[in-house]
């Protein structure tokens, strides 16, 4: 593999990272997540969406994605409403790589705009905030007995602060943490336990999800607190991924009675060559 080919499919050291299906990428791709459909049962009704972002990489270490999605909400009470939600903006800086720990530091700026419907998007207001990001494979852990059974796991993610720019609103305070499985990492630079395709291929992953308004109109919100099991399959130019979400709080729950989530990603530097070109 060369070093172009790893900076673009998120691999670091030997470990390549999967796209997660909530917490942000420490690391800058090109890729197109062309579909991510998510489907919950709430308290209150269904909400169906389906989400798309693309990231374009400027620089060896520097992306930025813009990315947005179609919501449909059905209420138990009330009308039907569809639209599309805002536009996120994320410029991300890979500024530390450690290849020999399988390490990644990144740090992004979100920048939400206020592009969507209001009868399904509550964010009304312009916000902005600092993301720090990470990704972790242990592969640097010795190639003993029983320990090495532990290098194909890998960790990934995120903490952020975006608070509203104006208005009396909410400020927005969230972290993630993904733990991954590499059935891949295991085959090729562990021990070959005779898996064939598509197991070979497989990382099962547990994502662990907080989301709070600490600011805004009704003062500080409960925390959201979630868990996000699901697989994903990686192959040459795609990567499919499906999880659940149960909630892990008991101010959760109205909101996550019942959950399907979806990602299909495309590595576009594999679909498309020429989209591994640079300006910077």
């Known amino acids: ?19 997660p299906m909530i917490t942000e990428d420490a690391n800058p791709k090109n890729e197109f997540d062309i579909l991510q459909p998510s489907w919950y049962r709430t308290a209150d ?37 569809s639209g599309f939600g805002n536009l996120e903006v994320l410029p991300k800086w890979a500024f530390l790589t450690i290849p020999e720990h399988e390490l990644r530091l990144s740090i992004a700026a979100e920048l939400d705009l206020p592009t969507g419907n209001p009868s399904v998007q509550d964010e009304q207001h312009t916000r902005l905030g600092p993301v720090m990001l990470w990704a972790k494979g242990m592969g640097d852990l010795p190639n003993w007995s029983v320990l090495k059974y532990l290098r194909p796991f890998g960790f990934q993610g995120d903490f952020g602060y ?7 609103t909410s400020h927005e305070m969230f972290a993630d943490e993904v733990i991954e499985y590499s059935l891949p990492y295991l085959s090729n630079n ?9 197991l070979r291929e497989l990382f099962p992953y547990v994502e662990f999800n907080y989301d ?36 892990l709080n008991n101010a959760t729950v109205p909101a996550a009675h019942a959950a399907i989530l979806g990602l299909l990603d495309i590595f576009l530097d594999d ?6 070109w640079t300006p910077l």
């Open 45 to 81: 009704g269904r909400e169906f969406s389906i989400g798309s972002s693309i990231e374009k990489k400027l620089a060896k270490t520097i992306s930025l994605t813009l990315g947005t999605e179609w919501i449909s909400l059905s209420p138990k009470q009330g009308s039907y409403e």
């Open 212 to 247: 709070q308004l600490i600011a805004g109109p009704a003062g500080e919100t409960f925390p959201d607190i979630r868990i996000t099991p699901g697989v994903a399959y990686v192959g040459g130019y795609i990567e499919l991924s499906v999880a659940t979400q149960l909630p």
């Open 1 to 19: 593999m060369t070093r172009t080919q790893a900076w673009a499919h998120g691999i670091v050291g030997d470990y390549e990272f999967i796209e």
């Open 162 to 168: 975006v608070p509203a720019l104006g208005g009396h």
């Open 271 to 276: 679909v498309v060559p020429a989209t591994n």
């Open 190 to 198: 562990v021990r070959d336990i005779g898996l064939r395709w598509p």
